[in-house]
């Protein structure tokens, strides 16, 4: 249009044209928007038509329900979606090996106790008693062996040979 404006011999016309109202970047970003809306009716019309229908009637679907129906369905929906997380972590558990590097003790859920407990109560202390003969105890077995009678015994014995 500038150059049949500058063929008819009116400048002021060409000049004002020329100067656009829009500057090089804004030019691009629309050109940028343009090929994209092109690019989105392409694929409407020619590619995924029966998928844009689908989504169109699900909107008006959705729009045409009652406050009180669509919070139903999503009740039931986050119902179901429970219920399957629950039953797929229980089916999980089930088949996963439990991680144990360090060969814990199991705990009432039946993943090992934590690290720190485990210190804590002394599990990882062995105790081997000479008088005994070298057997060995745990903490636990440990105290109760010797507030018990064998210790006292193995000491006559040790005592009278």
Known sequence: MVAT???MGDTDMAESEAKSEFS?????RLRKVAELETWILKLKTDLLPDVFLNTE???RKKQSKHYTELEADYDEKSKQKIGDKLNSDEEDEDE?????PKNLPMGWDGKPIPYWLYKLHGLGVEFKCEICGGASYWPKGFRKTFLGMAPRIWHEVLEDS
Do not use: F, Q, V
């Open 5 to 7: 404006a500058l063929a």
């Open 57 to 59: 009637n699900l909107i």
């Open 24 to 28: 090089e970047a804004e030019i691009e």
């Open 96 to 100: 996963r090996p439990k991680y144990n």
